[in-house]
């Protein structure tokens, strides 16, 4: 039995931290033994004062090499404080590869201005004020310059003329980037604002404000402004540059992108020498990282002579753990009998076989191990490693479970997070919101993985950073960083939004980075806000709505972490009130669905009807022809028409999905029959299934389309290969495999749904034709959407008039076709016809542009005959229409709308096809959400490698990863099916939570599954060897399983349809 004393200071020893953060680089050192560094700090500091010395020009930057855990991310800790001492400036770059780097700089110098100097202001404003003595700027307006009272125009003037006075050149050189620098320090918001946005080419500053700062309406280039700030920082003081992110940057990356981003990263750090003034770089990093970036073009620009290895001595070690635990023991009021107890000295022996965080690992595995078994026992060997023979904890009664649940809901009851969503307030309110939901989620999740990150304070980029730790020994994590947004002031948003997008190293090829934005308020209107929001929508970026309820929830669970009840963490893990807000469902995945959500935590379907509010992630804009129908309501079943319950099958185990919840049937546990049932809920979170041929793939994606069917869910499905055209026909005999009760629900699905053939370019079946031009009428209304109307527009029409090349006849007839799109879409206009008619004879009030008249009609007829040769762009048909598509007739439940793509006989016909379906769906979907049905809708791609694949960009590339990354939000749910594993754009793998691995027989589609399936936490080891109907199938909660799918409904025989039968069925 451990006494009283002892059990508090081992409880202290566990706050242990021994894996620190790039937010700890800018936190005082607690403990720092010199030996721990070895010769790499020696060289960190020589290299600085080669700097220092410099008056242009900046020394070789210096490599510093070290295995995970050596201690790299401490050298620069003490290095940031070392420079700092010195009246230098520190500055640790963040995640990017070579193709953002100097936009990366911008905002790495940016941010670290912001962040507080040896002296506890920023270095921003110790910059200034070391600049301000040296221009003899008098010290009634120092106060203004350093962002310490209100700034003046005046003020402003005499402190640029003082530096032109003080360094002629530079102050000349660099004097917009100088008075950005100093706006940028100002303690109005609103003035620091517009010093942000210029320094970061956002948008230009107003005509008033250009003129009363003194600043140009065109920005600078990012690089320029780099080079500028720190040439003016020069004047006062040597810079040290930290790089510490390269080892995450390859461990995120595709293998394939790994030589190329090397390169870039290379000529990147290159640069730095040459360009920045009395800067030294310092990369730290992984051996193999620096490997790869050494073949590169920075070898002679980068000495790399330092290495960080393990302890050094036994001596060392013991005086790390002693200098880490004395302040746990000082605070535990706990006189150790030696300084290093438990672990006894002897043990320390073996230390020089550790790195510093191994050591410090072990020794809290060690506290830890005493604890659990209620018993002292001094360590003397490090290498014994043993296991607890304590019993496992007792986990938390249902008595204390209740008393945290009326705790919980007391606590939301009471919660006011109206600061939250307050601009003045948000920074310090949204951050501890955010912070206390993601630890509480991390602890529901278990298994260690989770961690929440520090983020900076102030006016932070990011309010909260959640980490997954995927492989610690390569530093592979994913990442999620999380601000709100309640600004409603554009440049504000603006800044904001690129702070976050930096921070995220966002990358549509990279799925491990994830940044989301949190606003519920309608976004900016104007270009740049239009722009900035759709170019964070391609590169992965997510913004959605943040429902007060999870805001309640949140702060709710911050009292609770505080208050430390010993049951909070099973209260945790089997409530998971984090894991069940609707921000989190949506964003990191459903908790595990056998745990019952109790009454007093509601769940994210019921919390508030956040889900239904639109979101302003969307990227397109209303297309024409579309019918303001609502999807059909779950409940609309035709009189005689009844769903059966599924039925238990002989031997079955507990179904997947919880009792009362519609489900979908998928088949059995191929071992021990258990039924596997999906929720329909589930299903917006996307289905992707890798089979090849011979697979029963195609059954799959019949029996899912079916079942949805049956709980009144309608579906577009692309028919790329003639064998899904069968969705109506009925079987002539019932087949062998079919079990229990699918017989009645055969009849139910071909009595209540109305499966209609759609031929697009076949006029001899059902036609549909495509309307290139939104409806602006229904936008004009609304600037954001109108804006972004016409970009869809542009996209659509420029490749077709030839008008989508890089040159400069290009980009002037892209400028024409835009303005005279606004003209004609502000007038009323509709249809192509119309719009070619216009450009024909273009008005001169559309635009004063030159040979505006010319290009415009040449344009036109380009698109006539464009007209021509493609008839879907004007042809005889039904126009595309997913009101059309999704509703049924009265008297049927679900409609069932197959394409086939038997009309259009190339990949770049079907690929610019499904670009015009998607974006009109995806806008259809906008203004009919499915609110609080669990399912609106089904979109079912087969071949999807065809449309959106790995490594190219096709038509409808970005509008498939628009709908994968955003339809959720609205309640459409998308399945994907391919036989190439690797050939589908990762984004989509990424966001499809449920997956099914069918039969392959490619060596290379095998070796590519089985990665695709690690990922998922399966090497899925017999591909090759699963029969017809067979399938490994992973979902949220479930781990891998072999399963045996459920038979089709309707008629499925080997062979597929004729070109003839299908145009049979889909005539009227």
Request: glycine fraction near 8%; hydrophobic fraction near 40%.
């Amino acid at each position: 039995m451990i006494e009283q004393d002892q059990r508090r200071a081992l409880t202290e020893l566990r706050r242990l931290d021994w894996a620190p953060t790039p937010e700890d680089v800018w936190t005082d050192l607690d403990v720092h033994l010199d030996e721990l560094n070895g010769t790499a700090g020696a060289a960190v500091l020589q290299a600085f004062e080669e700097a220092e010395a410099r008056r242009t020009g900046s020394p070789l930057g210096l490599v510093v090499e070290g295995q995970h855990g050596s201690g790299k991310t401490h050298l620069l800790r003490w290095a940031r404080e070392k420079v700092q001492q010195r009246e230098g400036y520190f500055f640790l770059m963040g995640i990017a590869d070579g193709r953002t780097f100097w936009p990366n700089i911008v905002h790495t110098l940016l941010r670290g201005l912001r962040r507080s100097g040896y002296y506890r202001h920023t270095q921003l404003a110790m910059f200034l004020e070391r600049l301000s003595e040296r221009a003899e700027i008098p010290s009634a307006l120092r106060r203004q310059i350093r962002g310490q009272a209100p700034l003046t125009p005046a003020a402003l003037d005499a402190f640029v003329t003082g530096v032109r006075v003080a360094d002629p050149e530079a102050g000349r050189d660099c004097r917009f980037t100088l008075r950005a620098l100093v706006l940028l320090a100002a303690t109005d918001p609103e003035v620091a604002d517009l010093g942000e946005s210029w320094l970061l080419s956002l948008a230009e500053p107003t005509p008033a404000d250009a003129e009363r700062w003194g600043l140009p309406r065109v920005g600078k280039s990012e690089q320029d402004v780099a080079v500028e700030i720190s040439r003016l920082l020069a004047l006062t003081g040597p810079s040290m540059l930290a790089v510490d992110q390269i080892d995450v940057i390859f461990a995120q990356s595709d293998p394939g992108r790994t030589a190329a981003i090397a390169a870039d990263l290379g000529h990147g750090l290159m640069d730095l020498r040459e360009k920045l003034f009395r800067t030294v770089t310092v990369v730290a990093c992984l051996p193999t990282s620096w490997e790869r970036i050494r073949h590169g073009a920075p070898g002679g620009r980068f000495r790399q002579e330092s290495r960080l290895r393990r302890l050094p001595s036994r001596d060392v070690g013991e005086r790390l753990i002693a200098a880490r635990f004395a302040p746990l023991f000082e605070a535990a009021e706990f006189k150790p009998p030696y300084f290093t107890w438990p672990i006894l000295p002897e043990a320390f022996d073996a230390a020089p076989d550790h790195t510093p965080r191994q050591l410090i690992e072990r020794a809290d595995e060690h506290v830890r191990y005493c604890l659990a078994r209620d018993e002292v026992v001094p360590l003397a060997d490090l290498a014994a490693h043993r296991e607890s023979e304590a019993p496992p904890a007792r986990p938390a009664g249902g008595e204390q479970l209740s008393r945290l649940d009326d705790r919980l809901r007391q606590l939301r009851d009471a919660a006011d997070v109206t600061a939250a969503l307050d601009p003045s307030t948000e920074d310090v309110v949204m951050s501890r919101l955010l912070e206390a939901g993601l630890r509480a989620w991390a602890v529901e999740r278990g298994g260690g993985r989770y961690a929440v990150q520090p983020v900076e304070q102030g006016n932070p980029s990011a309010h909260a950073w959640l980490c997954e730790t995927l492989d610690s020994e390569i530093e592979d994590e994913a990442h999620w960083y999380f601000r709100g947004l309640a600004h409603s002031n554009a440049r504000a948003v603006q800044a904001r939004l690129a702070r976050l997008r930096s921070l995220a190293g966002l990358d549509p090829a990279v799925s491990k980075r994830r940044a989301i934005l949190l606003r519920n308020g309608d976004w900016p209107t104007g270009p740049v806000s239009a722009r900035m929001r759709t170019e964070f929508l391609g590169l992965g970026g997510v913004i959605t709505p943040v429902d007060p309820a999870d805001l309640r929830t949140f702060a709710a669970l911050a009292v609770l972490l505080e208050e430390n009840d010993p049951a909070l963490p099973d209260f945790l893990r089997t409530r998971r009130p984090a894991g069940r807000t609707t921000l989190f469902s949506d964003v990191l995945g459903s908790p595990a669905t056998d745990v019952p959500p109790p009454s007093a935590v509601p769940s994210a379907a019921t919390v508030s009807s956040a889900a239904a509010v639109p979101s302003a992630a969307e990227v397109s804009p209303i297309l024409a022809g579309s019918a303001a129908v609502a999807g059909p309501p779950a409940a609309t079943v035709p009189p005689g028409v009844a769903v059966p319950p599924p039925t238990a099958l002989p031997g079955a185990g507990v179904a997947e999905a919880p009792a009362g919840e519609p489900s979908v049937r998928a088949g059995v546990v191929t071992e021990s029959g258990a039924a596997v049932e999906l929720t329909l809920e589930s299903l917006r979170k996307h289905t992707v299934i890798f089979a090849g041929s011979g697979s029963g793939k195609t059954v799959l994606i019949r029996r899912l389309v079916e079942e949805c069917a049956l709980h009144g869910v309608s579906a577009i499905v692309l028919d790329p290969n003639n064998d899904l055209a069968r969705l109506g026909d009925a079987w002539p005999q019932p087949p062998d495999s079919w079990t229990g009760d699918d017989a009645a629900r055969a009849r139910a699905y071909l009595d209540g749904t109305d499966v209609v053939v759609w031929t697009p370019r076949r006029e001899s079946g059902r036609p549909l034709t495509l309307q290139p031009l939104p409806d602006f009428a229904a936008v004009l209304d609304e600037p954001d959407e109108f804006a972004l109307a016409l970009d869809a527009a542009v996209a659509t029409l420029a490749p077709r008039a030839r008008m989508a090349a890089s040159t400069a006849k290009a980009d002037r007839g892209r400028a024409v076709l835009r303005k005279a799109l606004e003209h004609f879409g502000r007038a009323g206009g509709r249809g192509l016809g119309d719009f070619t008619d216009l450009l024909t004879d273009l008005p001169d009030e559309a635009t004063t542009l030159g040979r505006a008249r010319e290009l415009a009609a040449e344009m036109a007829e380009t698109l006539k005959a464009a007209m021509v040769n493609d008839p879907l762009l004007a042809g005889t048909g039904t126009p595309l229409d997913p009101g059309v598509l999704l509703t049924p007739p009265a008297g049927r439940r679900a409609r069932v709308s197959v394409i086939n793509l038997i009309g259009l006989n190339n990949d770049d016909q079907r690929q610019s096809f499904v670009n015009q379906l998607q974006m009109a769906l995806f806008s259809w979907i906008k203004r009919h959400p499915a609110g609080d049905r669990p399912l609106g809708g089904l979109f079912v791609m087969d071949e999807a490698q065809t449309f959106a694949p790995s490594g190219a960009q096709t038509a409808c590339t970005e509008s498939t990863l628009a709908l994968a990354g955003q339809a959720r939000k609205y309640g459409l749910g998308l399945i994907f099916a391919t036989q190439a594993p690797k050939g589908i754009h990762n984004r989509i793998v990424g966001n499809a939570a449920t997956q099914f691995f069918g039969f392959l027989n490619s060596p290379a589609q095998i070796a590519a599954a089985r990665e695709v399936a690690q990922a998922k936490g399966s090497a899925v080891l017999d591909i090759s060897r699963l029969r017809t109907g067979q399938f490994y199938a992973v979902t949220e909660g479930r781990p891998f399983r072999k399963i045996s799918t459920a038979m089709c409904l309707t008629h499925h025989p080997k062979s597929a349809l004729t070109t003839e039968e299908v145009l049979r069925r889909a005539r009227p």
